[in-house]
């Protein structure tokens, strides 16, 4: 890792899902990359439908099923989060389960489960592949 985060284990929810935000993203644009999109404004527009609250909550749905106990303990952290700040562009349960998603995807991050957030990513963002 870059930077050593102390007791990362023991992290609410809110600063995992603030780390997973950005690793979804990061993830979300390799993905689209590897399409072989090139275009910098079609990537953009497309990467929207991917990090939308209400897109990872669909994908919530489609991942929950295939958690393990750890990872499922880890969702309900960030999703139970206190101090969020629900936007209008989504219900409060489909942010709070964007922000469950975060936080794991943050967490595995901070293990260096990078086969794992890509397996989750797929199931949860390309249920065809």
């Known amino acids: ?31 689209l990359l590897s399409t072989g999109i090139t275009d910098v404004g079609r990537l953009n527009q497309m990467a929207l439908s991917y990090v939308r609250a209400t ?35 989504a219900s409060a349960s489909q942010y709070r389960r964007a922000t469950g998603l975060e936080a794991l995807f943050g967490y595995l991050s901070l293990h260096g489960r990078e086969e794992r957030m ?7 963002f390309v249920p065809e592949a």
């Open 1 to 31: 890792m870059m930077f050593d985060i102390p007791s990362y284990d023991m992290l609410a929810g809110a600063p995992l899902a603030y780390l997973g935000d950005a690793i979804l993203e990061v993830i979300t644009r390799r993905y």
């Open 55 to 89: 897109a990872q909550s669909d994908a919530v749905e489609r991942i929950l099923p295939h958690l393990t106990e750890e990872e499922t303990a880890v969702f309900k952290r960030g999703r139970n989060a206190h101090g969020i700040a629900i936007p209008k562009s």
């Open 118 to 124: 890509k397996e989750l990513f797929l199931l949860g």
